[in-house]
């Protein structure tokens, strides 16, 4: 089905341990306004293609966001992605906008999370100290921009309602009409 309902899509990105999945796992089990959707769900080998930007897979992803919002309600994407990745696919006309938001922390609250969660891994670690710094540090110079949630002091409740305002702020934006914060 060719999605005929355009709305926004909110795509939640950030390094491996910096707090995204915890926090949008509670976004999801709290809002009602929108639909939160873990793009890991479907990861498979076959999508590792980072010389195309991992095409099919973002291709994938947009076509079940604007799917997923024929109900009437916006869709918030998490997973590790960066705006050139999707503002350049065929599916972007589907959206009426993209928001790129960036869960950051620092590096000494990274690699305590690692820890935390058993990644022992040294490229996976590196990788994700990298992206991490990369994002801090362009986010804003990115085309959209992403903007940037730093997480290191807050509990993953405290970001989660972080990030709602963050959306219900861009929603009021787009449609003039507010959800309850």
Same mark, same amino acid.
């Given at each position: 089905?060719?999605?005929? +309902? =355009?709305?926004?899509?909110?795509?939640?990105?950030?390094? $491996?341990?910096?707090? =995204?999945?915890?926090?949008?796992?509670? %976004?999801?089990?709290?809002?009602?306004?929108?639909?939160?959707?873990?793009?890991?769900?479907?990861?498979?080998?076959?999508?590792?293609?980072?010389?195309?930007?991992?095409?099919?897979?973002?291709?994938?992803?947009?076509?079940? /966001?604007?799917?997923?919002?024929?109900?009437?309600?916006?869709?918030?994407?998490?997973? /590790?992605?960066?705006?050139?990745?999707?503002?350049? +696919?065929?599916?972007r006309e589907f959206f009426t906008q993209i928001h790129y938001l960036a869960v950051v922390c620092s590096g000494e609250e990274l690699e305590k999370r690692m820890d935390k969660r058993g990644v022992t891994d040294a490229g996976w670690r590196e990788s994700s100290r990298q992206f991490n710094r990369w994002l801090v540090e362009n986010?804003? $110079?990115?085309?959209?921009?992403?903007?940037? %949630?730093?997480?290191?002091?807050?509990?993953?409740?405290?970001?989660?309602?972080?990030?709602? +305002?963050?959306?219900?702020? +861009?929603?009021?934006?787009?449609?003039?009409?507010?959800?309850?914060?």
């Amino acid at each position: 089905m060719i999605p005929t +309902r =355009k709305g926004p899509l909110f795509l939640v990105t950030g390094a $491996s341990c910096a707090g =995204k999945s915890t926090l949008c796992e509670v %976004l999801f089990q709290k809002e009602k306004g929108y639909v939160v959707l873990e793009s890991d769900l479907l990861w498979q080998e076959r999508y590792n293609t980072p010389e195309d930007g991992y095409a099919a897979y973002r291709n994938l992803w947009m076509r079940i /966001c604007a799917n997923v919002g024929q109900v009437g309600l916006p869709v918030v994407l998490c997973g /590790c992605a960066l705006p050139e990745q999707f503002e350049t +696919r065929e599916e972007r006309e589907f959206f009426t906008q993209i928001h790129y938001l960036a869960v950051v922390c620092s590096g000494e609250e990274l690699e305590k999370r690692m820890d935390k969660r058993g990644v022992t891994d040294a490229g996976w670690r590196e990788s994700s100290r990298q992206f991490n710094r990369w994002l801090v540090e362009n986010a804003a $110079s990115c085309q959209p921009g992403i903007a940037l %949630l730093d997480t290191t002091g807050l509990t993953p409740e405290e970001g989660a309602e972080q990030a709602h +305002r963050w959306i219900v702020e +861009r929603l009021a934006g787009e449609s003039g009409a507010s959800l309850a914060v």
